[in-house]
C-alpha cells in the first residue's frame, strides 16, 4: 500500500525528530490525537518498512566511516583536521596504548579495543601487565 500525502510528511518528520507525536502533529494531523496516530502509523508495517528503509539508505557503513576518516587524515583543511583523523585512524588498528596510573603509584598499561580488534598486534593479546616504572 502506498503512503497518503499525510503519512509520507509524518516520515519525513518523524526521521528529523524521532518524536512520532510531533511529527503526527507537523503532518497535519489534530493535536487531541497527534499522540496516538503517530504510534499507530509506526506500528503499519508499510510506514514503518518505510522508516526502516529510509534509516538503513541513511546509515554510513564502518568501511564508509573509515574510508573518509582516512580521506580527511590525507586532505583535511586543517593540521588539526589531519591530526584528529589520524589519531582515530591509529585507534582503530590499535596502535594507540593507552595509560593509567592507579593510587598505588605503580603503572598499569592496558590496551583499549576501538573499532572491531581485527587489527590488534601479537603483544596486545597477551595479558597486561605491570612495569615498575613510575611518572612518565
Known amino acids: 500500500m502506498m503512503a497518503t500525502k499525510k503519512q ?25 490525537s497527534a499522540h496516538a496516530i503517530g504510534y499507530e502509523l509506526l506500528r503499519k508495517p508499510d510506514i514503518s518498512a518505510i522508516v526502516k528503509q529510509r534509516l538503513e539508505n541513511a546509515a554510513m557503513s564502518a568501511d564508509e566511516c573509515l574510508a573518509r576518516i582516512a ?8 593540521e588539526s583536521t589531519k591530526a584528529k583523523a589520524l589519531e582515530l585512524i591509529a585507534k582503530h588498528h590499535g596502535a594507540l596504548t593507552e595509560r593509567l596510573e592507579h593510587a598505588g603509584g605503580q603503572e598499569i598499561t592496558f590496551r583499549v579495543v576501538y573499532g572491531d580488534g581485527r587489527f ?7 595479558a597486561p601487565e605491570a612495569s615498575g616504572d613510575q611518572g612518565e
Open 71 to 78: 580521506e580527511l587524515a590525507r586532505n583535511g583543511k586543517t
Open 8 to 32: 509520507t510528511l509524518f516520515v519525513e518528520n518523524y526521521l528529523k525528530s524521532f518524536n512520532a507525536t510531533e511529527a503526527a502533529k507537523l503532518a497535519g494531523y489534530s493535536e487531541r
Open 120 to 126: 590488534g598486534d601479537k603483544a596486545s593479546q597477551a
